[in-house]
């Protein structure tokens, strides 16, 4: 089993994480990344017309239990699906549009575990994991709410144990 | 001694509080903490007093009646808006 978690300033490189995954070796048949990017706009799921320019976004996090709750969640997926190795990296500070700032790799032998995995382990990183964003829009800081459709979309692998 | 933290946007509505102070019998819990605030920062009261807003004691999620002993480092954590 293969599991790297890291918070960080730094940027990732994606073909290197993915190389990594792919030298688990053994019985290895599927790998599935997910990339987030920073939006270059902030919007409002309750005001649909609301929609202003981003020109940075600030991550905070708090040290040491961010990493605790990300190894939570990552031994969560392991229980629910058969994975041979997972990636997970969220960067921390100053982001501009565009800009990298998490990734989910799982690796498992069947491409089912790996799509069901990464989905999970993004699902509860949003709605669990200590990070907290604020957003310069329009020459003004204001942290980010949370988003009910995250809440829903975290909720649904409640009442799933396996599929 | 007890070390208070607040992050996200209660961060701005404490940054004129004293992170450290001195451990006392009658703030042994973060509800007496958050109430005790409220004589000096009613604002920050307020947002803490949300029913999102989650209390940790050195780095474990607890119940706002969980006892606090000297040494304890409680946060104050808003809903998470990582990813």
Not at chain 1, 76 to 85: I, N, Y
Not at chain 2, 49 to 61: A, C, R, Y
Not at chain 2, 71 to 78: K, N, S
């Amino acid at each position: 089993m293969s599991i790297s978690i890291s918070v960080q300033a730094k940027d990732f490189d994606l073909g290197a994480e993915y190389d990594r995954l792919r030298s688990i070796g053994d019985g290895l048949g599927a790998i599935v990344t997910f990339t987030g990017l920073v939006r270059d706009f902030e919007s409002r799921p309750e005001e649909p017309q609301y929609s202003r320019k981003l020109t940075t976004l600030t991550l905070q996090h708090y040290p040491e239990m961010t990493e605790r709750l990300l190894s939570d969640i990552v031994e969560q997926a392991l229980t629910r699906w058969s994975l041979l190795g997972v990636t997970v990296i969220h960067r921390i500070g100053s982001l501009s549009p565009n800009d990298q700032i998490v990734l989910v790799g799982v690796a498992s032998t069947h491409r089912h575990d790996a799509f069901q995995a990464a989905e999970f382990v993004m699902d509860y990183l949003k709605t669990r994991a200590t990070f907290w964003k604020k957003a310069h829009v329009d020459g003004q800081e204001q942290w980010l709410d949370a988003k009910r459709s995250d809440a829903n979309a975290a909720a649904r692998w409640d009442d799933i144990k396996h599929d | 001694m007890l070390n208070f933290l607040f992050f996200g946007r209660l961060g701005d509505l404490a940054s004129g509080i004293d992170k450290a102070h001195p451990y006392h019998i009658d703030l042994a819990t973060p509800l007496a903490i958050r109430n005790k605030l409220a004589e000096q920062h009613p604002l920050l009261t307020k947002e803490l007093s949300e029913p999102q807003v989650l209390v940790s004691v050195n780095k474990m999620i607890v119940k706002w009646d969980h006892p606090l002993f000297d040494g304890d480092e409680i946060a104050f954590l808003p809903p998470v808006t990582g990813g």
